[in-house]
């Protein structure tokens, strides 16, 4: 029931911003520009797999970080997707970059989404 709530709760966050994007008046027009939302499934199954194989070995098995692997277990899914996003697009900040980079390479949209969402309730 807890996954199903943060589900929606993701789900309603990510529908507010595309909300808040499309309610943005263009110049000249009194009229909100349209904008599609696009609402993404979670597959928390397929996430915990990702985890299990990539993720572990350095934040450790339930997000506790390590040394010098972070902590994740307690960030937000916005939190994580972001800096997945980040890396994934090749962007350089903190020490491990280069294999948080080479990780997120791999993933698509929808697996850093689950992702984010298994990473952030996984664990609690």
């Known amino acids: 029931m807890i996954k199903g709530l943060v589900i929606n709760s993701v789900m309603i966050l990510f529908g507010s911003a595309a909300w808040a994007e499309s309610v943005v008046v263009e110049a000249g027009s009194a009229e909100p520009a349209e904008t599609e939302v696009v609402v993404q499934e979670v597959d928390l199954a397929a996430a915990e797999k990702i985890f299990q194989k990539s993720c572990k070995a350095c934040h ?4 506790q970080g390590a040394s010098s692997y972070p902590k994740i277990s307690d960030k937000e ?10 890396y994934r ?9 280069v294999l948080m ?9 929808a697996d850093i989404a689950s992702l984010s969402v298994y990473v952030a309730t996984a664990f609690d």
């Not at 916005?78 to 800096?83: E, F, G, Q």
């Not at 697009?89 to 970059?97: H, R």
């Not at 980079?101 to 949209?109: E, F, P, W």
């Open 89 to 97: 697009a090749g962007e350089k900040f903190g020490p491990n970059s």
């Open 101 to 109: 980079i080479q990780s997120a390479k791999k993933l698509s949209d």
């Open 77 to 86: 899914p916005d939190y994580i997707m972001d800096k997945l996003e980040r």
């Open 60 to 63: 450790g098995n339930k997000g």
